[in-house]
Nanobody, 126 residues
Framework: QLQLVQSGGGLVQPGGSLRLSCAAS????????IGWFRQAPGKEREGVSC????????YYVDSVNGRFTISRDNAANTVYLQMNNLKPEDTAVYFC???????????????????WGQGTQVTVSA
């Protein structure tokens, strides 16, 4: 059974940092494009960052570029999202997802992102 298990998240003050983890079981993460998405209350799900399989090319939405970093640890079969200089507008539930079809990732939550993590809350507040 393919599964993504998320950890990390929590409450942090503006300007603080958090690291989210997305661990895979039942499949080898490096063979899949992985995306991080977030959804704030009353808003649509938004692509935040992604990493392609094989070539490890990465992409970021403009609002987090320069503050967030996506990375992959193949030995741990885990993808991370390091979030620095967090802002209140980063508050959302964050999800990771694996694309079973395309090797090049995208920030649109296309149907081929068909394995999702359980979600983790990130709250940025003073």
């Amino acid at each position: 059974q393919l599964q993504l298990v998320q950890s990390g998240g929590g409450l942090v003050q503006p300007g603080g940092s958090l690291r989210l983890s997305c661990a895979a079981s039942g499949f080898t993460l490096k063979n899949y494009a992985i995306g991080w998405f977030r959804q704030a209350p009353g808003k649509e799900r938004e692509g935040v960052s992604c990493i392609s399989s094989s070539v490890d090319s990465t992409y970021y939405v403009d609002s987090v570029n320069g503050r967030f970093t996506i990375s992959r640890d193949n030995a741990a079969n885990t993808v991370y999202l390091q979030m620095n200089n967090l802002k209140p507008e980063d508050t959302a539930v964050y999800f990771c997802a694996a694309d079973s079809v395309f090797h090049v990732c995208g920030l649109h939550a296309r149907p081929t992102y068909d394995t999702w993590g359980q979600g983790t809350q990130v709250t940025v507040s003073a």
